[in-house]
């Protein structure tokens, strides 16, 4: 029986001792992942029942909607206890949901070194290096031998996670070159670090973005990578499992912004404010609604007249919409991957027309065969045909056009885009196929 099954039927039984027991044998990303399952209320007794070792890892694992409802739970104490158990980078990714008093007394019970460490995270920009970095890294120096190195690894025990280079340094924290363990493995002890180590070093500044480190980390299969200031001086590492959490995140908060929502959402939070989650963007569909029932009022006499173009218009406006979510995705991810750049972009641009110019050909000429075995008028599939092919190039542009400006004004382009989109296409579609109707068939 999965995890978060058995926790439900032992909280239906009100089994809580067994349910404790249960508790302290999970990881703690299984504990998170089955608060994230839970209701409201069953999640909270569940979360009390945790045991208080677990607390600050749970925090991290969990959702930022689900770690809400977890530290409104906590008193001050409680969640002074949990950050204690966490390092400083880990510190940072929850401070921006902690109550400022208990930040206040996170801040005085750290050292000197890790207390500027947190707020050198903290005055950051969310997106950047800094932001993903951690400080659990080993430093050495190039002017000492191997065995040096090694003995100092044995003398120091655990390494940190993900450990598969050391950086070596300067007296002044300079940045010179990395030594994999591999290469401190299989070279003679006697050489120095010198000798051995890397110095062409794929590394980052403090306030690079994130995004690009995650495409460095693909591009080189990178495990680990240093981030320094300015001065090339040593600030912290980013790891994969970093890159990884960030590039999820973005991937959700991407989904949740096509689909209109504008923040993530707890599956279980309340009706009120899952409603008002939604609300921005059903106004503004409702309203490119009414926009296109007012451009189908336009032409309520050539309906009137000639009743196919009730039955066909949708066709039109649908295929439009299809082609340019078609375009919008593509250039949404390209944008994502920094594959769209000033020098690149008008022949992307004429790409995109000339494919809309195309399908609108083959895909006008089919749906303009179809109507005139419907309705045996050729001059009905005519317009027909030549409303799918103006309306597939008005998807083609916007599709492209809508991204990029979104994009240039420094906004998420997926937000939003869909939504517009097809308000565009619906909208362009109705004008031109009746237009035309209009024109050539009243």
């Known amino acids: 029986m999965p995890h978060h099954d058995l926790v439900e039927t032992m909280l239906h039984r009100q089994h809580q001792a067994a349910l404790k027991q249960k508790l302290d044998q999970l990881h703690s990303a299984d504990i998170a992942y089955i608060l994230e399952a839970l209701p409201l209320r069953e999640r909270l007794t569940v979360w009390n029942l945790v045991k208080s070792e677990l607390d600050g890892q749970i925090l991290l694992?969990?959702?930022?909607?689900?770690?809400?409802?977890?530290?409104?739970?906590?008193?001050?104490?409680?969640?002074?206890?949990?950050?204690?158990?966490?390092?400083?980078?880990?510190?940072?990714?929850?401070?921006?949901?902690?109550?400022?008093e208990v930040m206040l007394e996170v801040l005085k019970h750290l050292n000197e070194e890790n207390r500027a460490r947190l707020e050198s995270v903290l005055a950051r920009e969310e997106d950047t290096c800094a932001a993903l970095m951690d400080f659990g890294m080993v430093t050495i120096r190039e002017d000492v031998k191997l065995s040096v190195v090694l003995r100092y690894l044995r003398r120091r025990g655990d390494l940190p996670e993900h450990t598969d280079k050391l950086f070596v340094v300067d007296e002044n924290n300079v940045l010179r070159g990395v030594l994999s363990l591999r290469r401190l493995l299989v070279n003679s002890l006697d050489a120095s670090v010198g000798e051995v180590m890397s110095r062409e070093v794929v590394y980052f500044h403090l306030d690079d973005d994130a995004a690009d480190a995650a495409r460095a980390f693909e591009r080189y299969d990178l495990l680990s990578a240093p981030v320094v200031d300015s001065e090339r001086r040593?600030?912290?590492?980013?790891?994969?499992?970093?890159?990884?959490?960030?590039?999820?995140?973005?991937?959700?908060?991407?989904?949740?912004?096509?689909?209109?929502?504008?923040?993530?959402?707890?599956?279980?939070?309340?009706?009120?404010?899952s409603a008002q989650n939604r609300w921005m963007w059903l106004g503004i569909n409702l309203i490119t609604?009414?926009?296109?029932?007012?451009?189908?009022?336009?032409?309520?006499?050539?309906?009137?007249?000639?009743?196919?173009?009730?039955?066909?218009?949708?066709i039109v406006a649908a295929i439009g919409g299809n082609t340019g979510n078609q375009t919008s995705i593509l250039i949404v991810r390209s944008l994502a991957l920094g594959l769209i750049n000033k020098s690149n972009m008008k022949r992307l641009i004429?790409?995109?027309?000339?494919?809309?110019?195309?399908?609108?050909?083959?895909?006008g000429g089919v749906i303009g065969a179809v109507a005139y075995l419907l309705y045996r008028e050729l001059d009905l599939s005519l317009v027909m045909a030549a409303a799918t092919l103006l309306n597939l190039l008005v998807a083609a542009i916007m599709g492209i056009s809508i991204p990029l400006v979104r994009d240039a004004m420094d906004k998420d382009p997926a937000v939003g885009t869909s939504v517009l989109l097809t308000a565009v296409t619906d909208g362009a579609g109705f004008f031109i196929f009746l237009g035309l109707a209009t024109i050539f068939l009243v």
């Open 350 to 363: 004429l790409k995109e027309m000339a494919i809309g110019l195309m399908n609108g050909i083959v895909w």
């Open 61 to 100: 694992d969990v959702s930022d909607a689900v770690r809400e409802t977890l530290i409104s739970d906590m008193d001050p104490e409680e969640l002074l206890t949990a950050t204690e158990q966490l390092d400083t980078d880990e510190i940072a990714d929850l401070a921006p949901d902690l109550p400022e």
């Open 289 to 314: 609604a009414f926009a296109s029932t007012r451009v189908i009022g336009l032409f309520e006499d050539t309906i009137v007249r000639i009743v196919a173009l009730a039955s066909l218009m949708p």
């Open 234 to 273: 040593l600030q912290g590492r980013i790891r994969v499992d970093a890159i990884v959490d960030y590039i999820r995140e973005s991937s959700d908060e991407e989904r949740l912004a096509q689909a209109g929502l504008q923040e993530e959402e707890d599956l279980f939070s309340g009706i009120w404010k």
